[in-house]
């Protein structure tokens, strides 16, 4: 097949009206809701655009032409980490409540393309304004990417469809944080628990954890991989802890990080005395266990709040799509290594 007929045979998408309009996808998603921060003109050139491409509203851009739903819909994925659930559950629903938008949940038990799919299909058909998606995009189909164009869509993790915007931390950038602040401390290899491969989060933390010691001339060890939950971490931890070289341990989550301090206590290695422990999310907890958790911070709330403030405003709401530097809370769980 050509690509023009490719072109001839494809359902035109929001960009395409963009392109013919002469504005932006935004402008087009503003202009289709009836905006008041949409001129005349440009709303006029939009619909001449969307009648000149025979572009077809769905579910969701019908209820956009004739009255917003004040709906967002959020994805989360049932397996996740629970405090992270939680509070960018929590972020959104008061973000959209002080906005009175409603919040459609669509929880997917497994990271699976399919299951994506038809949670994003049926946040469509029940019409919401906008989407947030905090759940990794191992692998991205024609109508996720359909979905995503035609309604407002931010994700959470650093990954994304052609247009979603997203927000939260540069997770490769983690991994390197999380691994300079212990070789910063004297320690000459670094261990990591990681996350499930499948999450991009987990490989990208994992990246950043080798190429931090690449660039220090120390060949990584094999990760051990966990799945998020503290009984991971205590798994693997029991096999760290039998390892007497080990003076410092990276995990990919706080809660895998406790889960490693509980193995090393119970085989009677001291945190931080005789390892060293850092890890990422920053969660409530982690500045209240024992020892108080070194840990690269993810503000889950905040991004969860800004992802609808995105969504239904953009830069007229004075957020922007980002990815941001990666900071480190610096706490009791991570010393020099013990002399010997």
């Given at each position: 097949?050509?690509?023009?007929?490719?072109?001839?045979?494809?359902?035109?998408?929001?960009?395409?009206?963009?392109?013919?309009?002469?504005?932006?996808?935004?402008?087009?998603?503003?202009?289709?809701?009836?905006?008041?921060?949409?001129?005349?003109?440009?709303?006029?050139?939009?619909?001449?655009?969307?009648?000149?491409?025979?572009?077809?509203?769905?579910?969701?851009?019908?209820?956009?032409s004739s009255g917003r739903s004040h709906t967002?819909?959020?994805?989360?994925?049932?397996?996740?980490?629970?405090?992270?659930?939680?509070?960018?559950?929590?972020?959104?629903?008061?973000?959209?409540?002080?906005?009175?938008?409603?919040?459609?949940?669509?929880?997917?038990?497994?990271?699976?393309?399919?299951?994506?799919?038809?949670?994003?299909?049926?946040?469509?058909?029940?019409?919401?304004?906008?989407?947030?998606?905090?759940?990794?995009?191992?692998?991205?189909?024609?109508?996720?990417?359909?979905?995503?164009?035609?309604?407002?869509?931010?994700?959470?993790?650093?990954?994304?469809?052609?247009?979603?915007?997203?927000?939260?931390?540069?997770?490769?950038?983690?991994?390197?944080?999380?691994?300079?602040?212990?070789?910063?401390?004297?320690?000459?290899?670094?261990?990591?628990?990681?996350?499930?491969?499948?999450?991009?989060?987990?490989?990208?933390?994992?990246?950043?954890?080798?190429?931090?010691?690449?660039?220090?001339?120390?060949?990584?060890?094999?990760?051990?991989?966990?799945?998020?939950?503290?009984?991971?971490?205590?798994?693997?931890?029991?096999?760290?802890?039998?390892?007497?070289?080990?003076?410092?341990?990276?995990?990919?989550?706080?809660?895998?990080?406790?889960?490693?301090?509980?193995?090393?206590?119970?085989?009677?290695?001291?945190?931080?005395?005789?390892?060293?422990?850092?890890?990422?999310?920053?969660?409530?907890?982690?500045?209240?266990?024992?020892?108080?958790?070194?840990?690269?911070?993810?503000?889950?709330?905040?991004?969860?709040?800004?992802?609808?403030?995105?969504?239904?405003?953009?830069?007229?709401?004075?957020?922007?799509?980002?990815?941001?530097?990666?900071?480190?809370?610096?706490?009791?769980?991570?010393?020099?290594?013990?002399?010997?």
């Open positions: 097949m050509t690509e023009g007929s490719a072109r001839s045979t494809r359902q035109p998408s929001m960009a395409d009206v963009a392109r013919t309009a002469g504005v932006s996808a935004q402008t087009v998603s503003r202009a289709l809701r009836g905006s008041p921060n949409v001129n005349p003109e440009t709303s006029r050139r939009v619909r001449a655009a969307v009648q000149q491409l025979g572009y077809q509203f769905n579910n969701a851009a019908r209820s956009l967002i819909g959020l994805v989360l994925l049932r397996s996740g980490g629970y405090y992270s659930r939680s509070a960018v559950t929590a972020g959104v629903e008061a973000a959209a409540d002080e906005a009175r938008y409603a919040v459609t949940i669509a929880t997917i038990s497994a990271l699976d393309t399919g299951l994506m799919e038809r949670s994003l299909s049926k946040l469509a058909d029940q019409g919401v304004d906008g989407i947030v998606i905090a759940v990794p995009l191992i692998s991205v189909t024609q109508r996720m990417e359909d979905i995503t164009r035609n309604i407002p869509t931010v994700t959470l993790d650093g990954s994304r469809t052609a247009g979603a915007r997203v927000l939260g931390i540069d997770q490769r950038e983690a991994g390197r944080v999380a691994t300079q602040h212990l070789l910063d401390l004297g320690h000459r290899q670094v261990w990591h628990v990681s996350g499930p491969d499948e999450w991009i989060e987990a490989r990208r933390r994992r990246e950043g954890w080798q190429e931090c010691l690449a660039a220090a001339g120390i060949q990584a060890p094999p990760p051990l991989e966990g799945d998020w939950s503290p009984d991971s971490g205590h798994r693997q931890g029991q096999i760290l802890a039998m390892i007497p070289d080990v003076t410092a341990v990276f995990a990919a989550s706080d809660e895998m990080a406790f889960g490693v301090i509980r193995a090393l206590r119970e085989r009677g290695r001291s945190v931080p005395d005789d390892v060293s422990i850092v890890s990422v999310d920053d969660i409530a907890l982690a500045a209240y266990c024992s020892p108080p958790l070194t840990t690269v911070r993810q503000d889950f709330y905040r991004y969860g709040a800004a992802a609808v403030a995105l969504l239904l405003g953009g830069a007229d709401a004075g957020v922007e799509e980002s990815v941001a530097s990666a900071s480190l809370s610096v706490r009791g769980s991570t010393a020099p290594p013990r002399l010997p």
